[in-house]
């Protein structure tokens, strides 16, 4: 016979053999329910049930397909279960139902007679009664799924898990797990998928690692690692997703190196990691051709080697998030043009609390995809490209606190272009913009405008008064002018922050007005609402901090309005003309409050609630006594109080 034919043949052999042996085994030992087969291995149920017993499950619902009935021997017809069609055996055991945590009991050894499982996920069921992960699961040898994530484990990754020489995914993410990682986890080097993230691991990141070479996806993100990134993850060259964000202090033994040789590279998060003495990183992350996600932010980087056009030719061209704020980053030119040289599908850029100079560039219009767009807290200057504003996919755009100029109409005649639906949060603030305030009320979805401390003039368009879904409106410390009416704000009912103070503003608003909105921080300070107390205040049950500083009120200041102060932390009325006593009121202490009356006409006695509060200025008035005041049970809550020009009765009184 051909020697190849021989072999054919007795495989052939084998196999019916094998059959056979299949058929006659489920014949002989599986029993019949009618004249269905059953499947399950009866040793395999009454594991499952007491597995299940060990559970003490409140909720009768859940796996109540699980049961001793007589029509409920086909275990793998259970819910959460999956048998081997061939043997029977239960191979699956899916117990994670939804995203909320569910209690059981304990884990019972029951499981451990679950030889053949290879998929075991028990994430979001947390085991009171089994604190910490039973050294049994390693018994199963053949697991290559196992989800043990979400589940309130505590403790140490026992070392026997070194045994799951088959296990590709291993997730243990968002435990209480500390300790070390087990040196044994080198074993698994059939790992794709490790998940330690969110645990309370500590110690350094265990090098061993890096020996897992067929690893894919590595989570270490928040615990309490320390010391450095070992240089041999520049062996896991099949890495795509890399998170090693952590607000521990994370190191580089000898630099970035070791990140060129992970081609495969979409993701790479390594916020608050030191990489202060990564200065080719730019030329590194250029190699990258795969990169989507980069997360440098807090990481002491500075300006890097300028990279060469060769190592620029693999930048990945679908990079669409990068953080790198919070850097020493000092040349703009060295940072814009390599970004857009690269990609053009950005839709997250995040480059605030640096120290970039320079000008952004005219081509930033480019950035086609951009929605989230963060320079705040640079010394950027120069004009702002309009090109930037014709990118119809903003959401979100910060450039607070640069030296950057330009007409704020025209950035907002530019915006309409685009028929700005999405646009929710556009902050300008401290800089140097100039012109009019135009009607804004077609960017109907804006929750945050921003725009104080620049140069603004003229009068602010009634339009404002139609966006309905700002929350927060900040235009103080401009040049605007004119009247404010009660259609400036006529739809305003979600604004929560208004800030129209040092401007030249003047209120025009009814003694009925009753406002749309529920302000918490309320600043005016300067904007001329007198003569009378502006009454719509009494609305605002939920206002913390009022300046209502030299807005020319000349009234009393009406009882219900004192009731307010438990629940303030500042409060400014000095500089206007308030007049006439104070009564006195029971009011509860308040540590946090600062309250501010001076400069106005005041009379009669210091009321004795002012003590509530832990700064008080009371000078420039006409007290005429602070006995009550300084007397009172809560004034030892006062640290600080300022009257130097009280005409007091007895001055004695004071210093005793
Ligand atoms: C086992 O049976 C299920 C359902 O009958 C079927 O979908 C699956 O392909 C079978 N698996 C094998 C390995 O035969
Ligand atoms: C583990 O389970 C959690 C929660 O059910 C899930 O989010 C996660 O993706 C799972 N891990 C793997 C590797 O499938
Ligand atoms: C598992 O790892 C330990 C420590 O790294 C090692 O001593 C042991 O030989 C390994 N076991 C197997 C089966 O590879
Ligand atoms: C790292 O953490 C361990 C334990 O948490 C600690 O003993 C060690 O001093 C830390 N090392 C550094 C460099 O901070
Ligand atoms: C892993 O990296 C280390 C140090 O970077 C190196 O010495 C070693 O040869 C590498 N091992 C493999 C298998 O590539
Ligand atoms: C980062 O590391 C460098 C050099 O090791 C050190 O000088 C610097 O202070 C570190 N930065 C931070 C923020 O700890
Ligand atoms: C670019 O990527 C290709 C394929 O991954 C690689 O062969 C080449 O060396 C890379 N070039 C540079 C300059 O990194
Ligand atoms: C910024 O980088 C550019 C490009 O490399 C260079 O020409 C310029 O001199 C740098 N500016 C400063 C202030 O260092
Ligand atoms: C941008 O790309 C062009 C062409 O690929 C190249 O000549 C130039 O040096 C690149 N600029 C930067 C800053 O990488
Ligand atoms: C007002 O804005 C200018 C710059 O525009 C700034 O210097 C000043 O400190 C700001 N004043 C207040 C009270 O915010
Ligand atoms: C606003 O300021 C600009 C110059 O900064 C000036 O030309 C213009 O007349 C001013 N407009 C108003 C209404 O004051
Ligand atoms: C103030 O508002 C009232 C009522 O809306 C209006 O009649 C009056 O003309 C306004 N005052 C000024 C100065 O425009």
């Known amino acids: 016979m051909n020697p190849r034919f021989a072999m054919a043949f007795q495989y052939y052999v084998f196999i019916v053999f094998f059959m056979h042996i299949s058929v006659l085994h489920a014949l002989a030992l599986n029993p019949m329910i009618g004249n269905v087969t059953v499947k399950c291995i009866e040793s395999e149920r009454q594991a499952l049930l007491a597995l299940k017993q060990g559970f003490h499950l ?6 109540s397909s699980w049961g001793h009935g007589d029509n409920q021997k086909e275990c793998c017809n259970w819910e959460h279960i999956q048998c081997s069609n061939e043997t029977g055996h ?5 117990l994670h139902v939804s995203d909320h945590i569910v209690r059981a009991g304990s884990i019972t050894t029951a499981l451990a007679e679950l030889h053949h499982l290879n998929y075991l996920d028990l994430s979001y069921i947390s085991f009171n009664l089994t604190p910490s992960i039973p050294i049994f699961i390693a018994s199963l040898t053949h697991l290559r799924y196992l989800n043990l994530s979400h589940s309130g484990f505590q403790g140490k990754v026992p070392h026997q898990f070194g045994n799951l020489l088959f296990l590709e995914y291993l997730d243990l993410g968002y435990n209480s797990l500390f300790a070390e990682i087990p040196p044994q986890i080198s074993n698994l080097s059939n790992l794709v998928y490790l998940h330690l993230g969110s645990n309370s691991f500590h110690g350094n990141i265990p090098p061993q690692l890096g020996s897992l070479l067929s690893l894919k996806y590595l989570d270490l ?10 240089e041999n993850f520049g062996n896991l060259s099949n890495l795509e997703y890399l998170d090693l964000s952590s607000s521990y202090q994370i190191s580089l033994s000898s630099g970035l190196q070791w990140l060129s040789h992970l081609s495969f590279l979409r993701h790479l998060s390594l916020p608050k990691v030191n990489l202060s003495t990564a200065n080719n990183w730019q030329q590194l992350v250029s190699g990258l051709s795969h990169l989507q996600y980069l997360d440098f932010n807090g990481c002491d980087l500075s300006d890097s ?4 056009l060769s190592s620029a030719a693999n930048f990945s061209t679908s990079l669409s998030f990068v953080d790198l704020s919070g850097n020493n980053l000092m040349n703009s030119s060295l940072i814009f043009p390599w970004l857009m040289n690269s990609t053009s599908s950005l839709d997250m850029l995040n480059l605030d609390h640096n120290s970039l100079r320079g000008t952004i560039p005219e081509a930033i219009g480019e950035l086609s995809s951009l929605e ?3 320079l705040a807290s640079n010394q950027l200057e120069g004009q702002i490209p309009i090109s930037l504003f014709h990118v119809c996919s903003l959401r979100e755009l910060d450039l607070s606190g640069n030296r950057l100029s330009g007409q704020f109409h025209e950035f907002a005649k530019a915006l309409s272009n685009c028929n700005h639906k999405q646009l929710q949060t556009l902050k300008m603030g401290w800089n140097e913009i100039i012109g009019m305030v135009p009607d804004l009320s077609s960017f109907s979805s804006l929750q945050v405008l921003r725009l104080d401390s620049n140069g603004l003039n003229g009068t602010l368009h009634e339009g404002i008064g ?5 929350r927060e409106l900040r235009l103080g410390n401009n040049s605007l002018e004119g009247l404010i009416s009660e259609s400036h704000f006529s739809k305003l009912s979600m604004l929560l922050t208004l800030d129209l103070s040092h401007n030249s503003l003047v209120f025009n608003i009814s003694n009925e007005w009753v406002p749309p909105f529920k302000l918490i921080k309320i600043k005016l300070a300067s904007c001329i609402l007198g ?3 502006p009454k719509w205040l009494q609305s605002q049950h939920n206002m913390n901090w009022l300046d209502i500083s030299g807005a020319e009120i000349s009234s009393n200041v009406p009882n219900w309005f004192w009731e307010f102060l438990p629940t303030m932390v500042k409060l400014n009325l000095s500089h206007n003309h308030f007049k006439g006593k104070i009564e006195n009121l029971p009011l509860i202490p308040q540590s946090a409050l600062q309250i501010d009356l001076s400069s106005n006409s005041f009379e009669g006695p210091v009321p004795a609630f002012l003590s509530i509060s832990a700064q008080v200025f009371l000078s420039n008035n006409m007290f005429s006594t602070a006995n009550l005041f300084l007397c009172s049970n809560v004034s030892a ?9 009280i005409t007091l009765e007895d001055s004695s009184q004071i210093v005793g």
């Open 305 to 308: 080697i300028p990279s060469s």
């Open 372 to 374: 989230y767009l963060n």
């Open 637 to 645: 809550n006062t640290e600080y109080l300022d009257f130097q020009i």
């Open 466 to 470: 139609q966006l309905s879904n700002l």
């Open 531 to 533: 003569p009378d107390f």
């Open 90 to 94: 239960v191979l699956k055991l899916d």
């Open 221 to 230: 993100s928040e615990n309490g690692f320390n010391g450095t990134i070992p």
């Open 58 to 63: 409140n909720n009768n619902a859940w796996l």
